[in-house]
């Protein structure tokens, strides 16, 4: 399977998502937190699209005869691609969170928040979600690294600032101070899929708070 497939069968899923967010959760038009994985879905296309144009002249005579110099462009380019739509899904979804907890009050979530610091911070939110019990302990974990990794890819150029190993969404990320993350080809598809699934089930826990 292509890494262009993998994304379009994603935004097919995030789309399954977005309807369902709008049909038994969202309660207006251009709601944010169906419009959220809306955009989400609009935002993979792109990278559907430009991962396709890829994969369609690296198969094409034109194409430079591959060595390992070319093979290791390609795979920067795939990892380029897949980083930015990561960092972007993240931004999205860190938006979207913060806009939901001012539309639920009674969850206490933002007011719970803001007593940790003066600006309302995604990783503070799901801090009060473990203590309030929305999500559990290993839940809140798998949110941190995900944070911790779109921090490096969009802040660090994806250099790690520590010394660590992380396993989520069924794969294997490991951190060595002062060098690149290194994980396989298809590392920020697999994070992308996994956040997405724990926004949804926050989204959905968090509504019953309502």
Same mark, same amino acid.
């Given at each position: ?20 967010? &709008? ?53 920067? %380019? ?17 938006? &979207? ?11 206490? !979530?933002?007011?719970? &928040? !803001?007593?940790? @610091? ?31 990794? %779109? ?6 150029? @994806? ?19 002062? %060098? ?9 598809? &697999? !994070? ?19």
């Amino acid at each position: 399977m292509t890494v262009a497939k993998d994304i379009l069968l994603l935004s097919e899923a995030c789309e399954q998502y977005a309807e369902s967010v &709008a049909r038994d959760i969202a309660d207006k038009e251009n709601d944010p937190r169906s419009m959220c994985l809306w955009n989400i879905h609009n935002r993979m296309m792109i990278s559907g699209e430009i991962m396709t144009f890829y994969e369609r002249s690296w198969g094409s005579d034109d194409f430079p005869e591959v060595d390992d110099d070319t093979v290791g462009e390609l795979v920067e %380019r795939v990892m380029v691609v897949t980083r930015d739509l990561y960092v972007d899904v993240v931004s999205a979804i860190e938006k &979207a969170v913060k806009d939901s907890v001012g539309i639920y009050v009674n969850s206490g !979530l933002k007011e719970d &928040a !803001l007593k940790m @610091s003066s600006h309302l911070y995604l990783r503070n939110i799901m801090v009060c979600s473990q203590k309030k019990k929305i999500i559990d302990r290993k839940t809140f974990d798998e949110w941190d690294n995900l944070l911790i990794m %779109r921090n490096l890819a969009a802040h660090n150029n @994806s250099i790690s600032d520590r010394n660590k190993r992380c396993e989520i969404a069924g794969i294997v990320v490991s951190m060595r101070a002062g %060098r690149m993350m290194k994980g396989p080809l298809n590392t920020f598809i &697999a !994070l992308t899929q996994r956040i997405i699934e724990l926004f949804y089930d926050w989204l959905v826990r968090v509504d019953k708070t309502k």
